[in-house]
């Protein structure tokens, strides 16, 4: 099975201030996902991260709030910006298995973020 | 609008009976199903899924049926165990990787 890893595993952060969270993962793959779970709620897909390319963001996202980098087949990073409590939830990352759509993707343990 | 809905937010079971967890979707376009089940501090694992061609599919003690005309599918673990305690996500896609889960439900399995 997969390792994929991130950091931190949790944070406190005052609101207005940044977070980058980081995802490694233990082999290459083209394809990396960023999700959002808010307390209650389902996991939401932030955006996709390719590596050469600018990331993919879904509805209601966008790159002001929420840059992504990619810098090679194994790692991202997502840094979610000017914080406010609205922004406390678990945020994960996950890769597809190979390259179907039908195939499981593997997600990271998340990283569990509280704004105060 | 939530596309797919998990109603019951818990449920507990005893040790050795079956558990039931169900899912509702409303986009007729999803054409594969999945589920997941996250342990606390953990991410998601993936358990099992089906494509909308077929109705059932089974591993082990888990088998997952898919009613497509109430759009509605169900999670069935025989027999259940205390380790099968886990929040449970119901996911599902229209031909991407773009994963649409649901809220899951606590499973709570009583020795």
């Known amino acids: 099975s997969a390792v994929i890893s991130q950091k931190p595993s949790r944070d406190i952060c005052q609101r207005g201030t940044s977070l980058t969270i980081q995802c490694q993962v233990d082999?290459?793959?083209?394809?990396m996902f960023w999700y959002r779970q808010q307390p209650g709620q389902s996991l939401t897909l932030i955006a996709t991260?390719?590596?050469?390319?600018?990331?993919?963001?879904e509805s209601g996202f966008v790159i002001d709030k929420f840059p992504i980098s990619r810098p090679n087949l194994t790692f991202s990073t997502l840094t979610v910006s000017n914080m406010s409590p609205e922004d406390s939830s678990i945020y994960l990352c996950?890769?597809?298995?190979?390259?179907?759509?039908?195939?499981?993707?593997?997600f990271g343990p998340g990283t569990r973020l509280t704004v105060l | 609008d939530q596309q797919v809905k998990q109603n019951s937010p818990s449920l507990s079971v005893q040790e050795g009976r079956i558990s039931i967890l169900n899912c509702d979707y409303t986009?007729?376009?999803?054409?594969?199903f999945l589920w997941y089940k996250k342990y606390p501090a953990e991410g998601p694992t993936f358990l099992i899924s089906?494509?909308?061609?077929?109705d059932k599919n089974e591993d082990g003690r888990f088998t997952v049926f898919l009613n497509k005309s109430a759009k509605h599918l169900s999670l069935h673990i025989v027999p259940s165990q205390p380790g099968d305690s886990a929040v449970y996500f119901c996911?599902?896609?229209?031909?991407?990787?773009?994963?649409?889960f649901g809220t899951g439900t606590r499973l709570k399995v009583l020795a």
């Open positions: 996950s890769y597809p298995r190979n390259s179907q759509y039908t195939d499981t993707q593997y």
């Open positions: 082999s290459q793959v083209t394809m």
């Open positions: 991260a390719n590596q050469g390319s600018e990331a993919t963001y």
């Open positions: 986009n007729s376009m999803f054409d594969y």
């Open positions: 089906i494509s909308s061609i077929k």
């Open positions: 996911a599902a896609t229209s031909g991407t990787y773009k994963y649409i």
